[in-house]
Structure formats: C-alpha cells, structure tokens
C-alpha cells in the first residue's frame, strides 16, 4: 500500500496565530516562523504525520495491489466522497461504481451485499483510491490541540530544543489524538 498527498493542506496555524503565542511582535522572524510552522505541520498531522490522524484538510490517494473483504483507508478521518479506480485485466483503467463498495463509518471501505470485485491487473497499484481527510468541524477540540501541538513544535525549535526532547513533549500533547493499532 502507498499512500500520496495530492491536494496540500493549508496550514492550521497562522503566522498571526503563532505570534502572539509566541510573543513576537517584530516582523524580522516572520518567514523562519511561517516555514517552522509548515514543517511542524507536516511532521505531525496528514498521512506521513507520527500522530496517525489528518486534522487538516487534504485529498489523498491511496494504491492498493488487489481488492480485499475490508479495506482500510489511512489517515482518516474520511471525509466523502471516497472514489476507486482498478486497472482491469488489460491494464487499462476503470473507475469502480460506487453501488459496488460502501464506506464504513471506521473508514474501511467493503463490498456491498450482493456485489463482487472486479479482476485487477497484477500490479502493486492495481486498486486506486482517492479521498479527502481531515476535520470538517471548525469547532472539533482536535483542531485546537493540534494547533498548540505545531505552535509549541515552533517554540521549542526556536529554542534550539533536543529533538528527543521536543518529540517527547509534544507526544504528550497529542496523544489523545493518536491513533493506536491493535
């Protein structure tokens, strides 16, 4: 499975944002801390994130090298619509009716009752899928603790904070936010 951004996120943070928590007020370190903020971002949310979950809003695609009974989309949480393309037997692509598969509220993806898989071409991205991930609800707590996560990130690199130390720190910050496998 390889998973790819395909739409960036805009950043959660502002500078305006991060400023004032950081009590600046000059404009000297302005483009150091716009650019602190989008690698902090980019080092913990989305699906190359150490958290394991998208708060930011972003299109992603995922490649799968068959169909399977469940399919587990990363990087949740999915947001609609979910699309899927296969490569048939050919090798040419097709795009998959959406009456063939449902998404499942734990953002797996399976067949619906009554329907089969297609045959796939035997290759390591025969199955795409494209979706959006990332929190609709301005409003969710998630969004707010995962901006002081990157706002802290920024602090403690303009610290010149140990990276294990940092990490350690800002582990604990988000890990209500992790997402566990079992």
């Known amino acids: 499975m390889r998973i790819t951004v395909t739409t960036q996120p805009q950043p959660l943070v502002t500078l305006g944002e991060a400023k004032v928590a950081l009590g600046e007020s000059g404009s000297d370190r302005d483009q150091l801390i716009e650019t602190l ?24 695609e995922v490649h799968f090298d068959r169909f399977c009974n469940s399919m587990k989309l990363p990087a949740g949480p999915v947001i609609a619509p979910v699309t899927v393309a296969y490569l048939d037997d050919d090798g040419a692509e097709q795009p998959l009716s959406d009456t063939i598969y449902t998404l499942l509220s734990d953002d797996r993806i399976v067949l619906t009752p009554e329907e089969s898989w297609p045959s796939t071409y035997s290759r390591a991205d025969a199955v795409t899928v494209a979706y ?10 998630r969004i707010a603790l995962m901006k002081t996560a990157i706002i802290l990130h920024v602090r403690m690199t303009l ?23 079992v």
Request: charged share 30%; glycine share 8%; aromatic share 6%.
């Open 37 to 60: 903020i989008l690698a902090a971002q980019s080092e913990l949310d989305g699906p190359k994130g150490w958290v394991g979950i998208s708060v930011a809003q972003q299109t992603v």
């Open 132 to 141: 959006d991930v990332g929190i609709e609800d301005e409003n969710d707590p």
């Open 159 to 181: 610290d010149h904070e140990e990276p294990e130390k940092r990490r350690e720190t800002i582990n604990w910050l988000v890990s209500p936010l992790k997402v566990w496998a």
